[in-house]
């Protein structure tokens, strides 16, 4: 089942806390792009999209969006004071310089290790990788935000991907509707529950190891 708006947006707000003033970020398709509403005004953050854009704003009021202006989903964005605009060509090149300091972007499986696989599943028609092998490969931080499980109930963080990977070990952090990761070490670590998850539901729903702290934070 797919989440619900107020717990895509607990996610997001909960990744916005990643981002600190001066970073240049990339936002991916889906609940990463909600992230953009959480940064706060005058952050000196710089969000970048692949079809060239540095210096994104939030989402546009209804009626207000511009036909011209959009992500590289395609979804209506605004821009802030001093944005930049430029071809693929260059957005591409700015990734690849490494010059990215967080990418937030979607997975169908992340393996406990940090492996990421969500550009394609086998025998499904895809438009194609996107962006998704530069981001996941050469921004400095790469965070994955998701579904805990897949439709069937069967869960996406898993010992080891059976899908084609984007990335091997690329994975930072993790955060789901249940629960915030850190992946240190080639390692799964709990780092916060979601609220209303209890730490059961964080543990059977996970399919792969997970280091647990000593003391665990909720966030709400």
Request: glycine share 12%; proline share 5%.
């Amino acid at each position: 089942m797919g989440l619900g708006i107020e717990t895509r947006h607990q996610i997001a707000r909960r990744a916005a806390k990643e981002i600190t003033s001066g970073m240049i970020v990339n936002l991916g398709i889906g609940i990463p792009t909600l992230v953009a509403d959480y940064i706060p005004e005058n952050s000196g953050v710089m969000l970048h999209t692949e079809n060239g854009i540095l210096g994104m704003g939030g989402s546009p009021l209804a009626g207000e969006e511009d036909g011209n202006l959009s992500n590289a989903g395609g979804y209506p964005v605004t821009i802030l004071p001093g944005a930049s605009y430029f071809d693929s060509a260059q957005a591409f090149g700015i990734i690849r310089k490494g010059l990215l300091d967080v990418t937030i972007l979607g997975a169908l499986e992340v393996s406990g290790k940090g492996d990421i696989a969500n550009w394609i599943v086998p025998g499904k028609r895809v438009p194609g990788m996107g962006g998704a092998i530069d981001l996941a490969q050469k921004a400095k931080k790469v965070i994955v935000l998701m579904n805990h499980c897949d439709k069937e109930g069967k869960p996406k963080i898993v010992d080891a991907c059976s899908l084609p990977l984007t990335v091997k070990e690329g994975a930072h952090m993790i955060i789901t509707e249940r629960a915030v990761f850190e992946v240190i070490d080639r390692k799964l670590h709990l780092l916060e529950i979601m609220n209303p998850y209890s730490l059961d539901e964080v543990i059977a729903a996970t399919g792969a190891h997970i280091v647990l702290p000593e003391k665990i934070s909720v966030f709400y």
